[in-house]
């Protein structure tokens, strides 16, 4: 199975640019895609962005789109998430999922998740 750890998350104050990581390990080849979720407390996890491992075609949600970026760097198995001018409404968790065929934005369709990194945004 595959493994997934994130990190690069922290405190910062709104504006600031932060470089999230997912770092996979174990049987990736059979990844299909990669997507960046966000859960904040008393609200559901959101789908933010995906990338497709072969390709690399890149998906976003409406509300990210010209803030947030995803890439990939297939030889080193990460893909980041690149957020910036960030706002306190950014605060939640953030987690990486995988999955071997399309999932979409649906995050009870992906079955492999990392434990999260957390991002707090002060004002």
């Known amino acids: 199975q595959v493994q997934l750890v994130e990190s690069g998350g922290g405190l910062v104050q709104a504006g600031a640019s932060l470089r999230l990581s997912c770092a996979a390990s174990?049987?990736?080849?059979?990844?299909?895609?990669v997507a960046w979720f966000r859960q904040a407390p008393g609200k559901e996890r959101a789908f933010l962005a995906a990338i497709t491992w072969s390709s690399g075609s890149t998906y976003y949600a409406d509300f990210v789109k010209g803030r947030f970026t995803i890439s990939r760097d297939n030889a080193k198995n990460t893909v980041y998430l690149q957020v910036n001018s960030l706002k306190p409404e950014d605060t939640a968790v953030y987690y990486c999922?995988?999955?071997?065929?399309?999932?979409?934005?649906?995050?009870?369709?992906?079955?492999?998740w990392g434990q999260g990194t957390h991002v707090t945004v002060s004002s």
């Open positions: 999922a995988t999955d071997q065929t399309y999932s979409g934005t649906n995050y009870r369709l992906y079955n492999t």
């Open positions: 174990g049987r990736t080849f059979s990844t299909y895609a």
